[in-house]
T-cell receptor, first 113, second 112 residues
Framework: NAGVMQNPRHLVRRRGQEARLRCSPMKGHSHVYWYRQLPEEGLKFMVYLQKENIIDESGMPKERFSAEFPKEGPSILRIQQVVRGDSAAYFC???????????FGPGTRLTVT | GENVEQHPSTLSVQEGDSAVIKCTYSDSASNYFPWYKQELGKRPQLIIDIRSNVGEKKDQRIAVTLNKTAKHFSLHITETQPEDSAVYFCAASRYGNEKLTFGTGTRLTIIP
């Protein structure tokens, strides 16, 4: 059973470009969470999604950031017009409906130049 | 919203000794408290968790205790080994949403 997959693992973007981060949850997991980790800091919740639904986006910046988890395919975190402050590691985690345990992917390290 | 505080931020322990990391939370509705270990450049890994209907849980050298009245929980690592060196994060969540609110992390260094 493959774990949570994220790609790309490293992403370099210039200021003003778009970044698209993908997350494939573990098989059978229908809940996906995205977290951001700034260098030398803890993880901050961004958004919680179930298939085709955003459940909680209270941690996501109102502008430039969006997330989706379509019926088919991976969850996508999209950052438009990236700025230097967006440089961070972005982790997704997944879980099954009946459990609390969240399992993390390897993360995407975004660098904005 | 929930706020989780974690102490200490750094901890150095002689190999073989015990390490204790403490967290407090603010939301009395929180009922799930996991601990994650993160090595440099790696993903957070769930090492142990506890639910609010339990006061203590143990898994080999790792144990977690929860005091609901005081709203604090602790991670205990006994007989520490060099491979225990990492950053440890506590977190809290509650039923119905389960988004994790993390503490700021403890960098644990095991001195050989």
């Amino acid at each position: 059973n493959a774990g949570v997959m994220q790609n790309p693992r490293h992403l370099v973007r210039r200021r003003g470009q778009e970044a698209r981060l993908r997350c494939s949850p573990m098989k059978g997991h229908s809940h996906v969470y995205w977290y951001r980790q700034l260098p030398e800091e803890g993880l901050k919740f961004m958004v919680y999604l179930q298939k085709e639904n955003i459940i909680d986006e209270s941690g996501m910046p109102k502008e430039r950031f969006s997330a989706e988890f379509p019926k088919e395919g991976p969850s996508i975190l999209r950052i438009q017009q990236v700025v230097r402050g967006d440089s961070a590691a972005y982790f997704c985690a997944s879980k099954v409906s009946s459990s609390y345990e969240q399992y993390f992917g390897p993360g995407t390290r975004l660098t904005v130049t | 919203g929930e706020n989780v505080e974690q102490h200490p931020s750094t901890l150095s322990v002689q190999e073989g000794d015990s390490a204790v990391i403490k967290c407090t939370y603010s939301d009395s509705a929180s009922n799930y408290f996991p601990w994650y270990k993160q090595e440099l450049g790696k993903r957070p890994q769930l090492i142990i968790d506890i639910r609010s209907n339990v006061g203590e849980k143990k898994d080999q050298r790792i144990a977690v205790t929860l005091n609901k009245t005081a709203k604090h929980f602790s991670l205990h690592i006994t007989e520490t080994q060099p491979e225990d060196s990492a950053v440890y994060f506590c977190a809290a969540s509650r039923y119905g949403n389960e988004k994790l609110t993390f503490g700021t992390g403890t960098r644990l260094t095991i001195i050989p």
